[in-house]
């Protein structure tokens, strides 16, 4: 489950501020050429999944986690089906500050020595949202605070890394995806971008990450779909499926259905 908040609920501008937080999130593959303007701490509940950062592999399982700076290209997703994560992000005029004061000072997998850690604080901040307390930005401010200085003493960065074959490739093919999710994209139209044949292309980028091409646009617009639904809960469904290059509303909800287990209005009232 996420929880994403929106900018009118903090009236506060504080240099540490939570932005959103995910529990038990079953997590869909992500894609994201130029990264986020937040950052975001990671922490594997069950499954096995990867992260790809700079060309590099991490596999993260149980007990592992992963930092993500803001702006910086990423794709994580699960290797096995389970693969279930929580997750904190935020924002604000410290957090480089704060962050490279604690050793975290980059992106990354990470392992944890105390499992109970992320869990504790992920329950706490669930916690904090239930209730719904008085002041609750400042109130989020500090469980954040909290859940830095405490995970800071039980990580470890991990450095054995990969390099991933063809990554090239599949960074510019996602890149393009990514920047044109919303609009009719061809096999023949990428190709001719990437100066292969389609058959070559194909080959070469399920090769690297194991899927074809035209499930990783339904997975990039289906996750743009997820986010729209919980960041604009006035808009429609219908408004929200064309946005993100679904020209029928049928087949987006199939699509969501069989990626997401849930319908675009269940995922939205249970977000």
């Known amino acids: 489950m996420l929880y994403q908040f929106h900018s009118q609920e903090f009236l506060q501008n504080l240099p540490l501020q939570l932005w959103m937080f995910g529990v038990n999130h079953r997590q869909e593959p992500i894609h994201r050429p130029q990264g986020l ?8 509940v069950k499954g096995h999944g990867e992260l790809i950062l700079n060309h590099q592999r991490s596999v993260i399982s149980k007990g592992d986690g992963f930092l993500v700076y803001p702006e910086t290209a990423h794709i994580y997703q699960g290797i096995s089906d389970n693969w279930t994560l929580h997750i904190v992000a935020f924002n604000g005029s410290l957090c480089s500050d704060i962050l490279h004061t604690l050793q975290m000072n980059e992106s990354g997998a ?7 850690i992320f869990e504790k604080h992920i329950q706490n901040l669930l916690w904090l949202y239930e209730n719904r307390s008085t002041n609750r930005s400042l109130s989020y401010s500090k469980e954040c605070y909290d859940f830095l200085l405490d995970i800071s003493q039980c990580i470890t960065h991990t450095h054995e890394l990969s390099y991933v074959q063809d990554n090239d490739l599949v960074l510019k093919i996602v890149t393009y995806l990514e920047e044109k999710y919303a609009s009719v994209i061809s096999l023949d139209q990428l190709s001719s971008t990437v100066n292969l044949s389609k058959e070559y292309m194909c080959a070469l980028f399920k090769a690297a990450t194991g899927q074809t091409i035209m499930n990783c646009l339904a997975d990039i617009r289906i996750g743009h779909a997820r986010q729209f639904l919980i960041q604009h809960p006035e808009r429609k469904v219908i408004d929200i499926a064309k946005s993100c290059g679904f020209e029928s509303p049928s087949y987006f909800g199939k699509i969501f259905k069989k990626k997401v287990d849930m319908t675009p209005e269940q995922y939205r009232k249970n977000s």
């Open 110 to 116: 990470y392992h944890f020595s105390d499992s109970a």
């Open 37 to 44: 303007p937040y950052f975001q701490w990671f922490y594997c």
